[in-house]
């Protein structure tokens, strides 16, 4: 797998382990929570698109609270722009979220860290559109 299907299949993959999360249905929830933190590099850090970083840590003790919490949300990617080096990649995309009759879309830049078996998360900024 080259380096751009590496961050597409991060990207693509984490959308769809989040909604199954939003949904609440899986039969394994921890193995799911373990999946889903295991595309993170150590010092992941976030800027919503509020404005407000979020760490790895901060997350991770947010996903419990809203595990089933949107049972009818999905998650649409569109426009996913890849750049890369050797080592690390640049993931540009909009993400739209709908909920019941509520659509949100942020544009949102992620920087990964890429090895020899996956593309991490290393730093993911998003701006309400």
């Given at each position: 797998m080259n380096t751009?299907?590496?961050i597409s299949k991060e990207v693509k993959g984490f959308?769809?382990?989040i909604e199954?999360?939003?949904h609440g249905q899986e039969k394994d929830q921890d193995s799911l929570y373990?999946?889903?933190l295991s595309g993170?590099?150590?010092g992941f850090k976030m800027v919503n698109g509020n404005g407000d970083t979020i760490s790895l840590s901060a997350f991770a003790e947010w996903l419990p609270g809203v595990y089933g919490k949107f049972p009818e949300r999905r998650i649409i990617l569109e426009n996913i722009e890849i750049t890369h080096t050797e080592s690390?990649?640049?993931a540009?995309?909009?993400e739209i979220q709908i909920t019941g009759d509520s659509t949100t879309r942020r544009q949102s830049s992620a920087v990964f860290l890429v090895n020899e078996e996956k593309a991490i998360w290393l730093h993911l900024i998003e701006h309400w559109i």
């Open positions: 751009t299907e590496k959308h769809e382990d199954k999360w939003f373990t999946k889903l993170f590099a150590p690390h990649g640049l540009s995309y909009i």
